[in-house]
């Protein structure tokens, strides 16, 4: 199922071991704390217990949403990037 993961965590050791587990689970990074992905659902719960067990108890907000294909289909996307003035 293809999933959005966003993340608002202060301690930037965590949050740099948070996305590379993120990126080890094959997720793709769209913005600094933000990762899409195809996951199933025993795999969103193993990265979830994962983030868990990294984040300990520091501070954080983690939130992984699961979209159906039909939702997935229909997201909006504007991406632009920087041009080379010649």
Same mark, same amino acid.
């Given at each position: 199922m293809n999933c959005i993961l966003v993340y608002d965590i202060p301690d @930037?050791?965590?949050?740099a071991k948070i996305a @590379? &587990?993120? $990126?080890d689970y094959g997720m793709d990074r769209i913005q600094y %704390? %933000?990762?899409t992905g195809k996951l199933r659902a025993t795999h969103q719960? #193993? $990265?979830? $217990?994962?983030?868990?067990?990294i984040l300990g108890k520091r501070p954080?907000?983690? +939130? $992984?949403f699961a979209i159906s294909a039909d939702d997935w289909s229909k997201r909006k996307i504007l991406? +632009? &990037? +920087? #041009?080379n003035d010649g």
């Open positions: @930037d050791g965590k949050r @590379d &587990t993120c $990126l %704390s %933000s990762f719960e #193993e $990265l979830m $217990l994962r983030i868990k067990k954080g907000n983690i +939130q $992984l991406k +632009q &990037t +920087q #041009e």
